[in-house]
């Protein structure tokens, strides 16, 4: 989504509101005990209300993820939507990020829908896969670098509520609660840097190569079953042995260089959506999916990734073909993002 069409004349006026408030009566952050409302589990928590009454909870499962819950004031007689876009927030000036709930009863495995609780006054979802000793970047990174969270509920009478939450504090919270650095190290960022790079350039040769399934197909094979572990000279290595190494002139610009490995999921989704636009058959589609290693997890992801798009309808216009093909490739790589951040 793009930030005009999240930050509207209302949302604006939160923001010019939210800074004149004093210090006095900034939002404060503690640590809390915190259940978690969809397993009772029992854990530590980042918790913060602001003056609106909007609260948040930043926790980490047995798991090791981190989700937070979102919740509305408790005098609030708004219930949250509990199918498709249900609210949507902005770190400063990060791009705004979409929380979508699926409509269809099976979720794409590894990708973890959000989740609508106490009756529809709450929403659960994932922060950060957890792996390592702090997040190098993605939205609870964010949160840690953040001055400001704005954040828009949508509600199923058809309206919506805006409201802002300062992250001055949080950052302490955050890391006692979730027992983390809150300071990525230099190492982790050039690792995850050099690692970014050699995948999206990869995807730029996928691109322009003359098949691109079996390209994609090599690149998500090289990708592993733990992209998060996967080093930029692996990456490079692995994509030369499958005939497509990674030249020079290929390099991306250096402003794309953080994009994460999810990009490959999110093309993967959008070739798929261009092809049923197209009116390519499922079979069709499944059978590029299964050029791919049965070990390598992206290939069942693929295979629901077909399913969830053929279940959508071929449309005639070619406007509707072009916005269905993005919005369905956007919702994809969002989720596969909140799962490996």
């Known amino acids: 989504m793009s930030?005009?069409?999240?930050?509207?004349?209302?949302?604006?006026?939160?923001?010019?509101c939210a800074a004149g408030i004093s210090a006095a009566n900034a939002d404060t952050w503690s640590v809390a005990e915190f259940r978690d409302p969809a397993n009772a589990e029992l854990t530590q928590a980042a918790t913060v209300t602001n003056a609106q009454g909007f609260s948040i909870s930043i926790f980490r499962n047995k798991d090791s993820k981190v989700r937070w819950v979102l919740s509305l004031p408790q005098s609030s007689l708004d219930r949250i939507l509990t199918v498709g876009r249900v609210a949507a927030y902005r770190i400063d000036d990060n791009d705004?990020?979409?929380?979508?709930?699926?409509?269809?009863?099976k979720?794409?495995?590894?990708?973890?829908?959000?989740?609508i609780l106490h009756g529809g006054r709450s929403i659960r979802e994932i922060l950060w896969h957890g792996e390592g000793p702090s997040p190098t970047r993605g939205v609870l990174q964010n949160m840690l670098d953040g001055k400001t969270l704005?954040?828009?509920?949508?509600?199923?009478?058809?309206g919506s509520a805006d409201t802002t939450v300062e992250l001055a504090g949080a950052g302490s919270a955050i890391g006692s609660a979730l027992k983390i650095e809150t300071s990525a190290d230099p190492s982790l960022l050039a690792h995850d840097r050099d690692r970014d790079e050699a995948v999206l350039i990869s995807m730029t040769i996928c691109r322009s190569s003359s098949d691109l399934s079996t390209c994609l197909g090599a690149m998500t094979n090289c990708m592993g079953a733990n992209p998060n572990q996967l080093t930029g000279d692996q990456m490079?290595?692995?994509?030369?042995?499958?005939g497509y190494?990674?030249?020079?002139?290929?390099?991306?610009?250096?402003?794309?260089?953080l994009?994460?490995?999810?990009?490959?999921?999110?093309?993967?989704?959008?070739?798929?959506?261009?092809?049923?636009?197209?009116?390519?058959?499922?079979s069709q589609m499944m059978s590029v999916v299964d050029k791919l290693d049965d070990e390598n997890p992206v290939k069942s992801i693929g295979k629901e990734i077909v399913i969830l798009a053929y279940a959508m309808p071929l449309f005639n216009g070619e406007d509707y073909?072009?916005?269905?093909?993005?919005?369905?490739?956007?919702?994809?790589q969002v989720k596969c993002y909140q799962g490996s951040q």
């Open 150 to 158: 704005a954040v828009r509920f949508f509600f199923d009478t058809g």
């Open 245 to 257: 190494p990674l030249q020079a002139g290929a390099s991306p610009p250096k402003a794309a260089t």
């Open 107 to 115: 979720a794409v495995p590894g990708l973890e829908d959000p989740e």
């Open 259 to 282: 994009t994460q490995n999810c990009t490959s999921i999110g093309e993967l989704a959008r070739s798929i959506m261009m092809k049923r636009q197209s009116g390519t058959d499922m």
């Open 96 to 105: 705004a990020v979409d929380v979508e709930v699926s409509a269809l009863k």
């Open 236 to 242: 490079r290595s692995c994509m030369a042995e499958h």
């Open 3 to 16: 930030p005009g069409r999240f930050f509207a004349t209302t949302v604006a006026a939160v923001f010019f």
């Open 321 to 332: 073909k072009q916005r269905t093909i993005s919005e369905f490739a956007n919702k994809i």
